[in-house]
């Protein structure tokens, strides 16, 4: 069965370094997706990409954050100067249509 | 704008016990509900779906049923395993501008004793 794979499952990095969460979307999806996952706390949207660009972004989602789909396959995630409120689990999500979401397992970031 | 509102957390109950976890929900025009699944140290898994009034979404022994009319989608279970243990969370996606975005309720963790 196809996935969504993310790399790297861990990232610990320092306050101000930039990081980039890799995503393999499924082949033939159209829309993809970042979430993130502050310890305990619910689920939030970031980002939705679709026809190559940015189709809605929410609040969190400022300056620092950008997301590119480089080469057809891979979808990232890049904060530019990480803060510590930064920290926490990234989920990259795909679909081909409306609503039919694969997830793929997360990073775990941490920024000390 | 749309949210998800589900039951506090956390839930403790006994192998084979009946478990309701509630959710209901505001959204403007007719959204799609789910509940997803995290099980420890995993990603987000489709539990179940409904994408209209009265569905009925059901996997793994796990129900719920779209209600408009008391804008709920409540999951339900007759009878609970240890293996149940998870974090559920209800969400939904709204056809209307929003680009298809899950909205998140902040999830209920559920622990089975056996």
């Known amino acids: 069965e196809p996935e969504v794979t993310q790399t790297p499952s861990h990232q610990v990095t320092q306050m101000g370094q930039e990081v980039i969460l890799r995503c393999v979307p499924i082949?033939?999806?159209?829309?993809f997706y970042w979430y993130r996952q502050i310890l305990g706390q619910k689920v939030e949207f970031l980002v939705s990409?679709?026809?190559?660009?940015?189709?809605?972004k929410s609040e969190i989602f400022d300056d620092q954050f950008s997301v590119e789909r480089p080469d057809g396959s891979n979808f990232t995630l890049k904060i530019r100067s990480t803060k510590l409120e930064d920290s926490a689990m990234y989920f990259c999500?795909?679909?081909?249509?409306?609503?039919?979401?694969?997830f793929g397992p997360g990073t775990r970031l941490t920024v000390l | 704008g749309d949210s998800v509102t589900q039951m506090e957390g956390p839930v403790t109950l006994s192998e084979e016990a009946f478990l309701t976890i509630n959710c209901t929900y505001t959204?403007?025009?007719?959204?799609?509900l789910f509940w997803y699944v995290q099980y420890p140290g995993e990603g987000l898994q489709l539990l179940l779906k409904?994408?209209?009034?009265?569905d009925k979404g059901s996997n793994k022994g796990f129900e719920a049923t779209y209600r408009k009319e008391t804008t709920s989608f409540h999951l339900e279970k007759g009878s609970v395993q240890v293996s149940d243990s998870a974090v559920y969370f209800c969400?939904?996606?709204?056809?209307?501008?929003?680009?298809?975005?899950?909205?998140f309720g902040k999830g209920t963790l559920l622990t089975v004793n056996p």
């Open positions: 999500a795909s679909s081909f249509t409306a609503g039919d979401y694969f």
């Open positions: 082949s033939n999806h159209l829309y």
């Open positions: 990409f679709y026809n190559n660009e940015i189709s809605e």
């Open positions: 959204a403007t025009g007719y959204p799609s």
């Open positions: 409904a994408t209209k009034a009265d």
């Open positions: 969400a939904l996606t709204n056809s209307g501008g929003s680009n298809y975005k899950l909205t």
